[in-house]
């Protein structure tokens, strides 16, 4: 197998950093003083929580949800490994939209299982009706990586159906959104949301996701996990982020605007740009080739993500940084474009 390639990581700080979509900001305030607070003998000598089940207490009261519906991981990436190892048997079979999160692929690979991808139609809808039936895991990033776009959670209902296997709706971007898929929780068989804190909470480093799903079905995907997959500072970390909205509340008014005004001139140096639901955005130049864009930035040092699909052609993702980088980014694009 080839094994998933994860964006670069230079971490340099004259590097502007706009290919993994983290978070420009920093994250609450109230996460310093909660990981400090856990900082001592007492608590890093003991076992953390094996269900996390003060995160559990606080992530449901917040998002309106039963505790019992969460589980916790180190990383929306681990859930993804436990769900996989939980539904699908070696030789089994995995469906997903393409193009989309590419580590869905790796997942199937390690599992031995075989992956079938469905092309989305050209404005980035799945065919309907979805043709693969039967799969042991349907995966569907929503709002999609890397074109940025939703469907609406009745066109989700509505997939899942066709879908009538276990569902797996990725929502690491939801927070940037206009819709979720979090009231169709109970209301579908085999349905699994999955969140991370990665992108808006801005914990990238700290490893933190979640997956909301029926109680019965958590109970299963519990017997899957490693007993302790989150430690005590990420558990203390997360739970006094999610206990935060108000603080990320005026972290996600700002991103909105970059993104809006990030768009316009991305649109004016003549890239088409995909109207983004998420902190990216999906960008192709109807006359310029791509990579040579990405290669002059990189020496620029400004990191932008490079995709090149089979099916479907390349693209720049880039985050939704700073103000400052952002400018940094538009400035030099602009002399690119000229040469
Ligand atoms: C970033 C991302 C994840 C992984 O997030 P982690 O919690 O950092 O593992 C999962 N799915 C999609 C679509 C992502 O973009």
New binding site residues.
Partial sequence: MSGYTPGEQMNSPDVVKLN??ENPYAPSPRVFEAVADALNGQSLRKYPQPLGDTFRQAAGRVLNVDPDSILV????????TILTRAFVPEGGRVAFPTP??V?YKSLADIQGATSQTVPFTRDWTPPSPWPVRGAHLTYF?NP??PSGTILRREAIAQLAEQVGGPFVL?E??AEFAEDNGLSLIGQLPDFVI??????FYAL?GL???MAIAEPKLIRELAKVKDSYNCDVLALAAATATIEDQEYYSDIRSRILATRGRMAVALTELGFAVTPSQTNFLWCRHPERPLKPIYEALKTKKILVRYMNYPDSGDGLRITVGSPKDIERLLTELAVILKQ
């Fill in positions: 993994t979509n991981g180190n990383g929306s990436d681990d859930i993804l989309s999160y580590l990033a999609n990586s990725d690491a971007y999955t969140r991370t804190f990665s992108k990238a490893r933190f996701g």
